[in-house]
């Protein structure tokens, strides 16, 4: 089971907004949105079309399948939308360079600081094999 993605955690936001939608085809859909689905498939209301020629059209209702969407224009104030913060203490710490790349970035964070298991409590050098820790 996977989780629910940021894009479709905002098209979900933008429900009750103006939005516009190009399809592949090139026409330009602009309206409310009453529903939207996980795969993108999307339902509007009150739209205006605009034909790939220019030609400009007033439709009630409209169905539109996820897969011909080109692209989504949502309103900007959906950048304020929940989905967007980092939440706890920690939300704005942790994101540098290294961040999220696995066990092996954090041990050498650990000998950079002196910690970890290849150093005794004194500091000094464990055995052999150890390698002292690296210090810029």
Known sequence: ?????????????????VITVELKGGAAYRGTLYDA???????????????????????ENVYIRGNMLRFIIVPDMLQQAPMFKRIGPNGMKGRGIGSARGRATILRAQARRGRGGSSSASGGSAGAGSRPPIRR
Not at 1 to 17: D, R, Y
Not at 46 to 59: F, M, N, R
Request: no cysteine; proline share 5%.
């Open 1 to 17: 089971m996977s989780t629910i993605g940021i894009p479709v955690k905002l098209i979900h936001e933008a429900v009750g907004h």
């Open 37 to 59: 689905e996980d795969n993108f498939n999307i339902a509007m209301k009150d739209i205006t079309v605009t034909a790939p020629d220019g030609k400009q059209s007033h439709l």
